[in-house]
């Protein structure tokens, strides 16, 4: 009853609120990370290079007279017909004279329109293609972030034993539960980037122990883009995109949203990196060169990677065979410490690519090897992934767009002989008002590179077939709906799913937007997988189940005052097995964020109740932040989050947030488990950072 009570009471406040004012900066790009990480159900999220295009693109407005195929894919805010539309108008009728001229484009909504807005612009002067190093000193754009987390409350983990004790557990951490973190950046426009990354996580030592050098984790690039020829240069960490993703793809990639248009991956060869996921980059040195239509990728990394290693100790010979990779980049027990850094990955390939105006395709090779064999323990539903020292990637993929339909696809021959993935779409805009989207995929047992991320239900391109059908109409000015459809399967077993398996996802959102300072939207959304009834403990083969998941989601989104938004949330979830009971949960949340323009304290804050059955029937939402923090809790058993945010701006040059949340759950006498439990019924987190610009 208290949940109705709240929700009905921020009902009411959000009918009765009065849109007055736009946007600002922050909330936008706020907005759109919580739009592309709703669907992802993970606590671990990071999109910094997205926050990062955005930022920039805010800051300095992107000229539509001059934007390249890149850089308007860069925004992931239009699609390609989109794209080449708007290249095609600027070609036949000369350069854009106001921003409003794109109303005429006919694949171009008003909410397309809305979106792109604060970040780009038009202008008849272009931007030089080439710039000296006094503009480089007078118009660049130096920043330095300094951020502090921890969680108050102690953990298990971290209790007062000797150091031999700690040694003979991996249930205990070595260092302290603070996370450090620091990045200094200089940029300009979009052709230079010098950049340092450092970050300690929570349990790792620093400044001493296996962290002698303080920050467990330090990254570093210096990134060129500009050039006739060498058109794009990166030294030290960096990511490569090709394709569609199936056979390289660093860094974060869309899947399933709401927004089902955009399925297709836009690659961008090669990116600076900026983030802290300690695995999923490259490091080394990449090139970009290039002649009029034509262009070659080339590069190269290498880096050392944490493996748990396995010796045969009844022979004189050591075997140093690698039976996992760890791909957490955490370093707080003995075991963690014991697997950090003991293989050595060397990856080079590339790509070679034609492209034009409405049509590009292009073939890629990659290598990669590692000093020491990698023999993972066979289980059979791991018979057919990777073992050995080394392999290479072959594949080839294409995108054309020919009026109001864009096709594209990729095809990739990794693992054993015969091995591949393969995937085509289709993207239909019918007009303003209505586009489909299709997608198959088809990816075989055998299939196995370590940085692949073609779009699918789990997250290695391996073991699936599966085809999605998307459609999002217009069906007035206010109202529109989006839907998708995808149905997979895989030919055989996975981890905890013994025998050939099958599901599908629906999703059905509609969306009622007045004006533009209001916007309520409904979602319904069904999972159906299947994994096995229990859990096998002599290694023996069990039966498989239907685990099917429903969500059930209102959202209000309203402006009060040209300082004031609220934002409720209603959420009920099922989970459902045939060899449990049906599980239930229910979360309910309002917002309140304070912006005023003539002072310097913005305010952020949420409070929520939250009632489920088990861990099973969990939900996740996502959570305002510092810049470049991303939080995404799941709520589950009961009780309630709160939080508040401030954002502190002062000297024109220093931006500080501080943020303080906490769990309270209701019968509960401890929270988490293993090393990571808490005693009592409260789980707090703290978040400090600073900003310096210049």
Not at 273 to 281: G, I, K, Q
Not at 400 to 408: A, C, E, G, Q, T
Not at 453 to 480: C, F, H, P, R, V
């Amino acid at each position: 009853m208290k949940l109705f009570v709240l929700f009905l009471y921020s009902v009411i406040l959000c009918l009765f609120a009065l849109p007055l004012s736009g946007q600002t900066q922050h909330e936008i790009i706020q907005n759109r990370i919580e739009f592309i990480s709703e669907q992802m159900e993970s606590e671990d999220i990071d999109v910094t290079d997205l926050i990062d295009v955005l930022n920039r693109y805010y800051e300095r407005k992107l000229n539509l007279n001059g934007a390249t195929v890149d850089e308007l894919r860069s925004l992931t805010l239009l699609t390609d017909i989109q794209i080449n539309e708007l290249l095609l108008h600027i070609k036949r009728f000369g350069k854009l004279i106001s921003i409003y001229e794109l109303q005429s484009l006919k694949y171009w909504d008003m909410n397309s329109i809305r979106m792109v807005l604060p970040f780009v612009m038009v202008d008849d002067k272009l931007d030089q293609p080439h710039f000296t190093f006094r503009e480089v000193l007078k118009f660049g754009k130096f920043e330095w972030f300094l951020r502090y987390q921890r969680t108050p409350e102690h953990k298990s983990g971290y209790d007062h034993i000797s150091q031999e004790e700690k040694q003979q557990s991996n249930k205990y951490y070595y260092g302290n539960p603070d996370r450090y973190y620091t990045r200094l950046r200089y940029t300009y426009r979009n052709n230079l980037s010098i950049g340092f990354t450092a970050e300690k996580d929570p349990g790792e030592q620093f400044f001493k122990g296996a962290q002698k050098s303080g920050f467990d984790f330090y990254s570093f690039h210096l990134y060129y883009n500009g050039g006739k020829y060498l058109r794009t240069l990166a030294v030290g960490d960096y990511q490569v995109q090709i394709g569609q993703g199936l056979n390289l793809w660093t860094g974060y990639a869309f899947r399933k949203t709401a927004d089902v248009v955009n399925i297709k991956r836009s690659a961008l060869p090669v990116k600076a990196y900026t983030s802290v996921d300690e695995a999923r980059f490259l490091r080394g040195a990449a090139a970009v060169v290039g002649y009029k239509k034509w262009s070659l990728l080339i590069f190269g990394s290498h880096k050392r990677v944490d493996g748990a290693a396995f010796s045969d100790t009844l022979s004189e010979d050591d075997l140093g065979l690698i039976t996992s990779i760890n791909l957490a980049g955490l370093h707080r027990t003995t075991s963690e410490i014991a697997k950090r850094k003991t293989l050595r990955e060397t990856i080079a390939g590339a790509n070679a690519k034609f492209e034009v105006r409405n049509f590009s395709a292009g073939i890629a090779a990659v290598y990669q090897g590692y000093d020491k064999p990698y023999e993972r323990e066979l289980k059979p539903y791991n018979k057919y992934d990777f073992r050995g020292q080394q392999k290479i990637s072959l594949s080839a993929d294409y995108n054309y767009v020919w009026k109001n339909i864009n096709l594209f696809g990729e095809v990739s021959s990794a693992g054993h002989e015969g091995q591949y993935a393969l995937i085509q779409g289709i993207l239909l805009a019918i007009d303003s008002r209505a586009a489909l989207s299709a997608y198959y995929r088809n990816y075989s047992r055998g299939y196995s590179t370590f940085y692949n991320n073609g779009m699918g239900e789990w997250s290695n391109a391996q073991n699936e077939e599966g085809i999605y059908l998307g459609l999002k109409t217009k069906l007035s000015d206010a109202w529109t709906f989006n839907m998708y459809y995808d149905l997979f399967q895989r030919k055989w077993l996975a981890y905890l799913v013994d025998g050939p398996s099958r599901g599908h996802e629906f999703l059905f959102q509609v969306n009622y937007r007045p004006n533009k300072k209001m916007e309520v939207y409904a979602r319904y959304r069904q999972q159906l997988k299947q994994r096995n009834t229990t859990a096998s403990e002599d290694g023996s083969i069990t039966e498989i189940e239907n685990q099917n998941q429903k969500n059930y989601r209102l959202n209000f989104t309203y402006q009060v005052t040209e300082s004031i938004q609220l934002k409720s949330r209603l959420e009920f979830v099922t989970y459902d097995t045939e060899s449990m009971n049906k599980d239930k949960g229910m979360l309910i949340q309002q917002d309140l964020i304070f912006r005023p323009k003539s002072f310097p304290v913005d305010v952020s804050v949420r409070y929520a109740l939250f009632d489920t059955d088990s861990y099973y029937s969990r939900i996740y939402s996502f959570e305002n932040n510092a810049l470049y923090t991303y939080s995404i809790p799941s709520y589950y058993y009961e009780g309630s989050r709160a939080y508040l945010l401030l954002r502190y701006t002062f000297l024109k040059r220093f931006d500080l947030w501080v943020k303080y949340g906490q769990f309270l759950y209701a019968n509960r006498k401890s929270v988490g488990m293993g090393a990571e439990e808490i005693a009592g019924n409260r789980k707090s987190d703290v978040t400090v950072q600073l900003r310096v610009k210049i």
